[in-house]
């Protein structure tokens, strides 16, 4: 399988005006690649976790006048959809390329997650790279590099995530659209299963029952 890279013409789909035209551009220019890009890693989480793994392309369905400043693809255990449950997503926006762990707003077990991490935090944490950031707000560019964050600031972040509803938790790489646009295809699926490699501890922790 021959893994397409992202180019400067990606990135620029972001600056096209207007939702229709915007999401046409994400149709023919980003979303064939993030097929690709979702069989191949697909296929890996699946040996990882032992499950079959689904492929979910952000299609922002519910959008009628703003365009996406970003899009997504993520992967899940359940084949109806990821929302609402424990995931995997590789994004881009305009400035950059994110590979993440995540827990979204539709996610139930997002309390119990907070709070047995919260219980492993000594032990998880330092498995995660510092330079890793972590997501309070997968619909916002806003992101917190962990290597500025001592153990009492997640832990704030965890007790958020166990007490607001509208609460989200996504953690994992960033790479900056230069970097990206010189890394080919293959080495950017490697990159991504690294990073999710690493996180598959969260994972776990997430979905246990």
Not at 75 to 101: I, M, V
Not at 141 to 159: F, G, H, I, R, Y
Not at 165 to 179: H, I, Q, S
Request: hydrophobic residues 35%; glycine residues 4%.
């Amino acid at each position: 399988m021959t893994i397409p890279s992202f180019t400067e013409q990606d990135f620029a789909v972001f600056q096209i005006q207007g939702l229709e035209h915007r999401m046409d551009g994400l149709k023919k220019q980003i979303q064939p690649k993030f097929e690709v890009f979702g069989e191949a890693i697909s296929s890996f989480l699946t040996t990882q976790l032992k499950q079959d793994t689904y492929v979910h392309i952000a299609k922002h369905a519910r959008r009628t006048v703003n365009p996406p400043d970003e899009t997504w693809v993520a992967w899940s255990t359940n084949n109806r959809g990821y929302k609402a449950h424990p995931h995997f997503q590789l994004g881009l926006r305009d400035t950059e390329l994110f590979a993440y762990f995540a827990l979204i707003y539709e996610c139930e077990q997002k309390p119990t997650f907070a709070r047995n991490l919260k219980e492993q935090l000594p032990e998880i944490l330092p498995t995660i790279p510092s330079s890793y950031y972590l997501s309070l707000d997968h619909t916002k560019p806003d992101v917190t590099p962990l290597k500025e964050m001592s153990e009492k600031d997640m832990v704030q972040a965890l007790d958020r995530l166990e007490n607001v509803k509208k609460a989200e938790f996504l953690v994992g790489m960033v790479l900056p659209r230069a970097e990206v646009t010189k890394t080919s295809g293959s080495r950017l699926v490697e990159r991504v299963e690294e990073t999710f490699s690493t996180l598959l501890s969260l994972y776990r922790l997430a979905a246990r029952r």
